[in-house]
């Protein structure tokens, strides 16, 4: 794998060939792929998915991983932050989805919830030790109906940073996808309470038209 820090290039939009038999939305998805840098890239250096960009840049921006840091990745699959978190330090890393995830050296995968009871002694058991840094790039699948899906992301990050609150060692960091729409702001209070620093970002890599951000924490205080 390359460096992790080589960002992909602007390049020349690539047009669909023989798209007449593809409906509309389908057509769509497939010039939105093709012309998309950072798939490009991601398949060029390895990665599972574009998204281990958006980690990347976060990762840049904040020093999320240090080296040899214990990191739980939420909703893990394809594995593509738990690939980043290796390349850059960390130690170990745990993930678990409900759905299957390729091996990737150096990571661990559950099958399962996250949410089931027990889960967070599991894992900090796997780890040997309280987590670094809990990672969750989670989204509910969509209903296209926007104040549906936000408030369906946003119980998803607050399960994630409940579960967090849990499983982190005093000083860690948080990351967790959310959705623009207004209430992320009551979470945001919470998050004040329990970490020294609590910002929002939108990496490069997120897409203009995407309402995806994500929520940064770091210093985590146990209460």
């Given at each position: 794998?390359?460096?992790?820090?080589?960002?992909?290039?602007?390049?020349?939009?690539?047009?669909?060939?023989?798209?007449?038999?593809?409906?509309?939305?389908?057509?769509?998805?497939?010039?939105?792929?093709?012309?998309?840098?950072?798939?490009?890239?991601?398949k060029a250096q390895g990665w599972r998915s574009r998204a281990a960009f958006k980690l990347?840049?976060?990762?840049?921006?904040?020093?999320?991983?240090?080296?040899?840091?214990?990191?739980?990745?939420?909703?893990?699959?394809?594995?593509?932050?738990?690939?980043?978190?290796l390349a850059r330090g960390a130690a170990d890393v745990v993930g678990i989805d409900l759905l299957p995830i390729d091996p990737v050296e150096g990571a661990r995968f559950i099958l399962g919830d996250f949410m089931e009871l027990g889960m967070e002694q599991r894992l900090t058991e796997m780890l040997g030790a309280k987590a670094d840094l809990?990672?969750?790039?989670?989204?509910?699948?969509?209903?296209?109906?926007?104040?549906?899906?936000?408030?369906?992301?946003?119980?998803?990050?607050?399960?994630a940073?409940?579960?967090a609150c849990d499983v982190l060692t005093?000083?860690?960091?948080?990351?967790?996808?959310?959705?623009?729409?207004g209430a992320e702001h009551d979470m945001l209070n919470t998050l004040k309470l329990r970490f020294k620093t609590v910002r929002h970002a939108k990496p490069p890599a997120s897409r203009k038209d995407s309402k995806e951000m994500y929520v940064v924490a770091m210093g985590f205080r146990p209460a």
């Open positions: 794998m390359t460096s992790p820090t080589q960002f992909p290039p602007r390049r020349e939009a690539v047009r669909l060939k023989n798209a007449k038999k593809l409906s509309t939305s389908s057509q769509k998805w497939l010039n939105r792929q093709l012309n998309d840098p950072y798939v490009t890239a991601a990347i840049e976060l990762d840049e921006k904040y020093h999320l991983i240090t080296k040899g840091a214990r990191v739980i990745d939420l909703g893990a699959a394809p594995g593509g932050w738990s690939q980043v978190a809990v990672l969750s790039d989670m989204a509910p699948n969509t209903s296209g109906h926007v104040a549906t899906d936000h408030i369906r992301i946003m119980a998803l990050a607050e399960l940073l409940a579960f005093p000083g860690g960091s948080f990351v967790a996808k959310l959705f623009q729409g």
